[in-house]
């Protein structure tokens, strides 16, 4: 299957986890696979195959270069208070850094944040709770300290833009 197919095949996904929202209130969970293609897509990232590995892809050029990524992705909607998780992460396990992908409702990517295994097991250290022992953040602790590495206006950032720079 080539690229092309593959693009038309994503495109065809977004419209019908929207429509499916839209139409039950329920989510597809598809979520994750139109992350990894994005973010490959957007950051020129090798996808792995394997099930089993501890990580997702691996980075071929710029920002992400050999760096080994867990990539995660989350649909933001308008509807609720709830704050929502980017899922478990096991510092124990091999990988560098951690790929957030944020969607709008119709399953388009907005922003792409990164943030390495190292900063991501200080503030989990510094937390203490159920959350912290699960490996589990919620999105807004992951931006505040992962660095934005795409948008939806820009593309790829030139730099890596600093949200603690002061």
């Known amino acids: 299957m080539d690229l092309y197919s593959i693009d ?4 065809e996904t977004r419209q019908l986890a929207a429509r499916y929202r839209q139409t039950t ?5 598809v979520t994750g696979e139109i992350a990894r293609f994005d973010a490959a897509k ?3 990232l090798q996808l792995l195959d394997n099930l089993n590995s501890s990580f ?3 980075g071929k050029s710029g920002l992400l270069t050999d760096q080994k990524v867990v990539i995660k992705g989350r649909a933001i909607f308008d509807t609720s208070k709830s704050t929502p998780r980017i899922g478990q992460l096991n510092p124990a396990q091999e990988w560098d850094g951690v790929l957030l992908v944020l969607f709008d409702d119709e399953y388009q990517p907005i922003e792409m944040f990164y943030a390495t295994k190292n900063i991501i097991q200080d503030t ?3 937390r203490d709770s159920n959350r912290k022992k699960r490996g589990a953040m919620s999105i807004a602790q992951f931006k505040i300290i ?3 590495v ?7 950032e030139p730099e890596i833009w600093d949200n603690q720079a002061t």
């Open 42 to 44: 957007a950051l020129d």
């Open 146 to 148: 992962g660095e934005r």
């Open 124 to 126: 989990m250290n510094e």
């Open 56 to 58: 997702d892809a691996v």
């Open 25 to 29: 209130g329920s989510t597809l969970p």
């Open 150 to 156: 795409w948008t939806a206006e820009n593309g790829a």
């Open 8 to 11: 038309k095949l994503m495109h």
